[in-house]
């Protein structure tokens, strides 16, 4: 394992050391297209950044990762025009009301306001240009007053027509409306009782205050989760990059294989229009065969297509996991003609993709042309991460979140990981702008965080692994991932947490019955949601916890087989019933 580790980074050395050949790199350090740079706005925010806003006198607004004790957002200027910002002032919620905050999911400027949501708030606030930091008062603009059992696929992204309408999604809160959710070989709910009003996109008035979803239209079916969300003013329509559907292989090893379900189902990339009908839960679709097939919920295999033929396909689909963050039409005139009313697409990057490589941690961009998509997706900026493989979803350096297009038409992309942002110019010949200068970046695509990996070269799976440490890169390694870290925001470490080395009655109903709610460790919260694994035998419980609570640094004592059934004895006495456990406590 060492030794295939050793490679890829060997690889990865040279790989970088090609590009750098090819073109110097500026001082934000990424690679972009040939007469490109990149240079630092600002190096780092404490509280981490997720989306971005850029006023029309340059002035930066970025949302927060969550809310700090200063508030939930920070206002940046660059007095100097230097490229650098040199005021930053925070603002907005602060940590006393973390619990009502959560995590932001949006920040667009719109008729001279700011707004901004978390994952059931949508806020606003009137900008003054002459004024840094908004001086009126947070106004509620859309409070989703939904029971969440969970924070699955519940963010609140935003968009903005030129006829005063406002755009949210009610993200479904399932993978595929399953009942339990997440249940191997469980068959989806049919019809989905989700659809009513969850899985679509609703329509409000963009300047009526404190409205719930009752006082909006049903303007689209049929979409699962969407962060990333922009209006083209050039063909006037709605277009998101959706998240496709997690754990085909955890849910139906039989049907898929581990590469199947790293690469499946596709991100995603639709025009939304009136009524539209994508087809979740029913439908997903498929990037390599370029077709959307029958879920395996509801009878399909990765082949039959079914009932799907009657629902809307995408114009494009990326590969999966890569979380589509943001989107932004490229509305400025500084760079070269062909990004004129493009689509940049900013992805997060993936969590669930072992035993192979993770993979996005990019800016991509789609060209148009009169409203239409034109050609292949392109690399567009690069080198985030720092590192490639990216084996652990940690390991990245950096993981790119939200896109701005500035008043000069400079495009601004900002980090969820130590909240940095960057500011992306032009300075080449805008005339003589083509091929050979997309050529840097069109090797981007064979490094491994973006290439279509190689089912046997690329499987990271250690050999001849025997027992819990089996178990755990094959059912646990795909959230918490191979080094026991986890992923930040979505699944939480299993070191140094007294959820793991405590209580161990606790640990094993967890596994049994799944995990919801807001998961403080060491200071961070997770929102995801931990699945239930009773399909593993009382042996497979009692091997995997006791390699879990024996590895990544912890000592904890084993998990015997007799304490899961005692576990499972007394859930059967008290009705049998599968309830997750509510993570609400801070350990």
């Known amino acids: 394992m060492l030794n295939r580790f050793k490679l890829y980074m060997l690889v990865g050395l040279c790989s970088a050391l090609i590009t750098s050949c090819d073109r110097s790199v500026a001082d934000g350090g990424l690679q972009l297209p040939v007469g490109f740079e990149s240079s630092v706005v600002v190096d780092s925010i404490s509280e981490t950044a997720r989306h971005l806003a850029v006023n029309t006198n340059g002035d930066i607004y970025v949302n927060f990762k969550s809310a700090g004790p200063e508030g939930s957002l920070a206002a940046l200027r660059d007095k100097d025009n ?59 603009v859309l ?77 689209a079916t049929g979409i699962r989760s969407v962060v990333a969300m922009d209006w083209n003013s050039v063909d006037g329509e709605l277009y998101v990059v959706m998240h496709g559907r997690d754990d085909l292989l955890r849910l139906w090893p039989d049907k898929y294989s581990p590469w199947e379900s790293a690469l499946l189902p596709s991100e995603e990339f639709m025009r939304v229009t009136e009524g539209s009908d994508f087809g979740w839960p029913y439908c997903y679709y498929d990037q390599i065969r370029e077709e959307k097939v029958l879920a395996p919920e509801y009878g399909g295999d990765g082949e039959v297509i079914g009932r799907c033929a009657d629902f809307e396909n995408p114009f494009m689909g990326f590969p999966g996991h890569w979380a589509p963050n943001d989107l932004v039409f490229y509305t400025g005139d500084q760079f070269p003609n062909r990004y004129k009313n493009g689509a940049f697409v900013a992805f997060h990057g993936s969590t669930n993709r072992a035993p192979y490589p993770q993979s996005g941690y990019f800016v991509g961009f789609v060209p148009f042309e009169d409203g239409e998509a034109k050609g292949e997706w392109e690399v567009f900026a690069d080198g985030f991460a720092e590192v490639d493989p990216i084996v652990n979803t940690k390991d990245a350096h950096h993981r790119p979140m939200g896109i701005a297009v500035g008043p000069d038409g400079s495009l601004y992309i900002s980090d969820s990981v130590k909240g940095k942002i960057w500011k992306i110019t032009y300075n080449g010949d805008t005339e003589n702008f083509g091929k050979e200068e997309l050529l840097v970046m069109e090797k981007r695509k064979q490094m491994s965080h973006i290439r279509t990996p190689d089912k046997e070269k690329d499987n990271l799976m250690p050999k001849n692994l025997v027992g819990g440490a089996q178990l755990y890169q094959k059912y646990c390694s795909a959230c918490h991932q191979m080094n026991g870290r986890g992923a930040s925001g979505r699944f939480p470490p299993l070191t140094n947490t007294d959820w793991v080395a405590g209580d161990k009655e606790r640990l094993i109903k967890i596994v049994l019955n799944g995990m919801e709610g807001s998961l403080v460790i060491d200071g961070e919260v997770y929102n995801g949601v931990m699945p239930q694994h009773s399909f593993l035998s009382d042996r ?13 640094g912890n000592e904890a004592s084993e998990v015997k087989m007799s304490e899961v059934q005692k576990v499972k004895l007394t859930q059967q006495e008290s009705g049998g019933k599968i309830v997750p456990i509510k993570a609400e406590a801070e350990m």
């Open 143 to 219: 409070t989703d007053d939904h029971p969440h059992g969970s924070h699955e696929h519940i963010g609140k992204p935003l968009a903005f027509d030129d006829k005063g309408y406002m755009y949210v999604p009610f993200g479904a809160p399932s993978s595929a409306c399953q009942e339990p959710k997440r249940t191997p070989g469980a068959p989806g709910l049919d019809p989905c009782p989700q659809l009513e009003d969850h899985g679509g996109i609703w329509r409000f008035d963009a300047n009526k205050l404190n409205q719930t979803q009752k006082d909006g239209f049903k303007y």
């Open 540 to 552: 497979e419980i009692a091997e995997v916890l006791t390699y879990i609570r024996s590895s990544f």
């Open 82 to 140: 230097d490229g650098r910002a040199d005021r930053m002032r925070k603002f907005g919620i602060s940590s006393e009301d973390q619990k009502k905050w959560g995590y932001s999911t949006a920040a667009r400027i719109y008729n001279g306001y700011l707004y901004f949501s978390t994952e059931l708030v949508v806020y606003r606030y009137k900008l003054n240009p002459d004024t840094l930091v908004p001086e009126g008062k947070m106004e509620t």
